[in-house]
């Protein structure tokens, strides 16, 4: 394939992705946890940088097309693991331990926890998470960014 052809694919991937992410959101009432937004930030540089390289022609683009999407899928093992118990998510998206808590201390961090736990996973498919079908998915959109960047040569 060339690399126009790979732009166009890498990019596309992104915005599907990103598509699906607001189709759990909007229409399967799954609000996002913080982790989940900060997965769609890359997509969206990665859609943006598809249509700057499509539009001018610059290789070098895909490298940093390469990048976004390496960035999701990094993210997306972080919050793997964090879903998994693996390692600790950040304090504002996971539960921490209440012991040694006087009931008011307990009461104002409770009422300062998000919406949306970070640390569980709402949905899964063949044992995987959304976020891990993230990991997936953007490692594979690095691999045709890659392919991308040798095609035009």
């Not at 769609?40 to 610059?58: C, D, K, M, T």
Request: net charge neutral.
């Amino acid at each position: 394939m060339n690399c126009k052809t790979l732009t166009i694919l890498a990019g596309l991937g992104s915005a599907l992705l990103l598509l699906g992410a607001f189709g759990f959101q909007y229409l399967g009432d799954m609000p996002p946890c913080k982790l989940c937004i900060t997965q769609r930030y890359p997509h969206a540089a990665a859609v943006v940088i598809a249509v700057v390289a499509l539009a001018f022609g610059w290789r070098l683009l895909t490298l940093v097309g390469a990048a976004a999407a390496a960035t999701t899928a990094g993210v997306g093992i972080y919050h793997t693991g964090v879903e998994r118990g693996w390692w600790p998510g950040p304090d504002t998206c996971t539960s921490g331990p209440v012991g040694g808590l006087s009931t008011d201390a307990l009461l104002d961090q409770i009422m300062a926890a998000p919406m949306v736990r970070c640390d569980e996973v709402p949905w899964e498919m063949l044992g995987l998470s959304m976020a891990s079908w993230n990991a997936v998915a953007s490692l594979i959109l690095v691999a045709l960014w890659l392919a991308a960047f040798r095609a035009n040569r």
